[in-house]
């Protein structure tokens, strides 16, 4: 079921006309459907129905305290990848046992601050990582339960920039090494080895890596385990894709990957642990954005709208594709045209698409770009100098502002003019 449907002829938010919001907050902005938000995540909470488990929330693809709050209400715990997101976790109350701490480059500030804060376990990618995280907890007096990071060299067969399970990348511990590093974290001090980590990449829209992911991480229990080493949680990553196109969607399901992690590890008797991000967060939120100008050129045509690539960097990034739909419905019959929606930046590279049959847009009327919820306004800048855009919140029938757009005054006060400059 879609949250984001015309109603009388107006793209509405669950009960609230996009027209309503643009009236109130301007545009561009970022608007959340708390009702897709909540049927994913139980969606990922019934596909594992049966086993142990926790849902870590992986809020890097989208840490408002709004959207953590509504997860963390209805059970979620929390994957964090910085100190910012574990303070993040901790503002909406998720206890420091919900919270699992991953990411490559940890600093020993940042594991101080999290092992007084109590945390669920550390994800650890590295040897050095290992070393030094024992270092902090034995100074602290604390045991830290940890996982590994494995990379298991498997192709998630995803954009490149989001690929993390291949050898060649800077992510986990070469599974192949896997035994050694685990006998190391057993003899350190102030390390408590639950279990093993892995995850693959984002937006994978093929649930064979995960098959065979995940087979490698049961092997790999078994020897670990034969070895001596207790292995109770598997935590098995995120990256779950969405259908960014809908026309032609066929996206894998929770319900098929949960059968997948029952089949390939729910003998093992662990406690599984699953991270996703986009799937919870993609679908459920969309950005709105006015036309500025509809601009002729050689043989080309252009909207050029007031939302850009420091708003919503996905296309610029990754290539990514972006369902874009008029916020007023088009008449049944209206024509389409192919045209290349940009924003106003100074780069080529502020493109969202090129050559989109769109039905006619006129200036100063809306767009709305679909499955944005997800790496969208957390990965926003101000480049340019545009502010960066509000995030709303729908329910039902209201909605909020959970991220006020700044005024120019408050952008401009955090750069400070050094004394010798002031006159
Ligand atoms: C990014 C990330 C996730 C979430 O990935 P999605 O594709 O958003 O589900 C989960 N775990 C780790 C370690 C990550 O880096």
Redesign the pocket.
């Known amino acids: 079921m879609d949250h984001f449907l015309y109603r009388d002829g107006v793209l509405h938010a669950e009960d609230v006309s996009i027209s309503e919001i643009a009236a109130s907050v301007g545009t561009p902005f970022y608007v959340y459907s708390t009702a897709t938000l909540q049927r994913h995540y139980t969606v990922f909470d019934d596909a594992l129905a049966g086993m142990p488990h926790l849902v870590c929330y992986?809020m890097?693809?989208n840490s408002n305290l709004a959207v953590l709050k509504l997860l963390a209400d209805m059970g979620a715990g929390m994957?964090v990848?910085s100190v910012g997101e574990y303070m993040r976790a901790k503002a909406v109350g998720v206890p420091g046992d919900k919270i699992v701490f991953?990411g490559v480059g940890k600093t020993r500030a940042e594991m101080e601050h999290v092992l007084a804060g109590g945390i669920r376990q550390f994800n650890v990618e590295s040897e050095p990582e290992l070393h030094l995280l024992s270092k902090v907890a034995a100074e602290m007096g604390v045991e830290v339960p940890i996982t590994v990071r494995v990379n298991p060299d498997v192709d998630a067969k995803t954009h490149p920039k989001i690929a993390t399970g291949m050898s060649d990348n800077k992510f986990g511990i070469p599974i192949s090494r896997a035994r050694d590093v685990y006998a190391l974290a057993a003899s350190l001090p102030g390390i408590k080895v639950v279990g093993i980590d892995v995850?693959i990449g984002?937006?994978l829209v093929d649930l064979d890596p995960y098959r065979d992911a995940f087979l490698k991480v049961a092997e790999l229990t078994e020897a670990l385990r034969a070895d001596g080493h207790e292995i109770k949680r598997l935590d098995l990553?995120?990256?779950?894709g969405i259908p960014y196109e809908r026309s032609n969607a066929d996206p894998p399901l929770p319900s098929d990957y949960g059968d997948i992690v029952r089949e390939t590890v729910g003998h093992l008797d662990c406690e599984i642990e699953i991270?996703?991000?986009?799937?919870i967060a993609g679908n459920a939120g969309l950005m709105v954005s006015s036309v500025i100008f509809n601009k002729s050129g050689d043989g080309r045509d252009f909207l050029i709208v007031d939302a850009a690539m420091n708003d919503l960097i996905r296309p610029a990034m990754y290539d990514a594709h972006h369902d874009i739909v008029p916020v007023i419905e088009p008449a049944v019959g209206t024509t389409v045209a192919p045209i290349d929606i940009v924003g106003p930046v100074c780069e080529s590279g502020d493109t969202f698409t090129k050559q989109r049959p769109m039905p006619p847009v006129a200036d100063g009327e809306m767009i709305a770009f679909r499955s944005a919820g997800?790496y969208g306004a957390v990965m926003s800048s101000e480049y340019n100098s545009r502010p960066m855009i509000p995030e709303v919140l729908v329910d039902g029938d209201q909605f909020a502002v959970i991220r006020p757009r700044p005024t120019f005054d408050e952008m401009l006060n955090r750069d400070k003019l050094p004394e010798w400059m002031q006159d």
């Open positions: 992986a890097k693809a994957d990848v991953s995850h984002s937006q990553g995120g990256g779950l991270e996703p991000g986009r799937l997800a």
